[in-house]
């Protein structure tokens, strides 16, 4: 076990995001002493430039734990040629900014968290675990590259966790904000065949299970995703029903989609069948494995 969390200085690359703000609050409540990396001027402190490959040496002296979110939003934008450049350096150029300063840094941090995504996996409805190799397409190579850049950080001194996230269920945010929006007004409506799978995780399991990793000393490769992968129809009817409201639209056709969304329709349709039986029998033990217990407890009052 790792000294008390009391005493624990973590450092977040990306903690403004959806994730990072959630894990920044959750982190700081259980007494750890949180930090995160910022791009704002306003914060010379621990500001950074991943592009220059530019960080505050200090922010990394002090850490040691460090946490890297840091990327663009997988969904925020059409996927045009800029932006998948964007996506890609975004993630890549963070995670080697992080990696190359930390070497110079002694006594290094006692362990690195890397974040990833489930989007490492083939598409398709067969189950995945973590010994499954990457799959092919844009997302799959991201999260590869995205990885194999954090992998020399792991020697004597450091762990190495890398944290395969599903799609994370957040209140008025990402993946759920969208979705519950159109559902507020009784306009669900699945996307494509509506029978491909969602790994999903509850925003507070995820962010226990950043803190269990911590406290626990966790290496290695997780995926991080609730242990009942539901398909998209079932994920549409459920947030509806969260909502209380009628569910009766028949499903977005994927042409349609593919026709104003582009190449990032892909991701929307894509079938992920994950497996945590990793996580579980490393002991962790997930508050939301229902998806209507997920859904009503984040979107019910």
């Not at 840091?70 to 990696?99: C, E, F, H, M, P």
């Not at 549409?236 to 349609?256: C, D, E, N, Q, S």
């Not at 329709?265 to 029998?281: A, G």
């Amino acid at each position: 076990m790792v000294k008390s969390s009391h005493s624990l200085r973590v450092l977040i690359a990306g903690g403004s995001g959806l994730v990072g703000s959630a894990l920044n609050k959750h982190l700081s409540s259980k007494g750890m002493q949180v930090r995160v990396l910022s791009r704002n001027a306003d914060n010379p402190i621990y500001r950074w430039n991943p592009a220059a490959g530019e960080i505050n040496g200090m922010a990394l002296e002090e850490a040691d734990v460090v946490i890297n979110l840091a990327g663009a939003n997988i969904a925020g934008r059409l996927w045009t040629r800029s932006y998948k450049k964007l996506l890609r350096d975004s993630r890549i150029q963070s995670t080697r900014t992080l990696v190359e300063n930390l070497k110079k840094v002694s006594p290094k941090p006692r362990h690195f968290i890397q974040a990833s995504a489930i989007g490492f996996y083939e598409n398709g409805p067969d189950e995945v675990d973590e010994t499954v190799e990457a799959g092919k397409g844009f997302l799959a190579k991201l999260t590869r590259d995205w990885e194999l850049e954090a992998a020399p950080i792991r020697d004597k001194q450091t762990l190495l966790s890398i944290v395969r996230l599903g799609i994370v269920l957040k209140k008025d945010a990402g993946f759920l904000g969208k979705m519950a929006a159109p559902a507020q007004f009784g306009l669900s409506a699945a996307l494509g065949s509506g029978k491909q799978h969602i790994s999903w995780i509850h925003i507070q399991d995820l962010v226990e299970l950043f803190s269990w990793i911590i406290e626990n000393e966790v290496d290695g490769i997780y995926n991080a995703c609730a242990g009942n992968p539901v398909s998209n129809k079932q994920m549409t009817a459920a947030i509806a029903k969260a909502v209380h409201r009628p569910y009766f639209l028949p499903p977005v056709p994927a042409g349609l989609l593919k026709f104003f969304l582009g190449d990032l329709s892909t991701e929307l349709l894509s079938d992920h069948r994950v497996s945590n039986k990793k996580l579980q029998t490393k002991g962790f033990v997930f508050r939301f494995n229902d998806i209507d217990l997920a859904l009503t407890d984040l979107l019910d009052g």
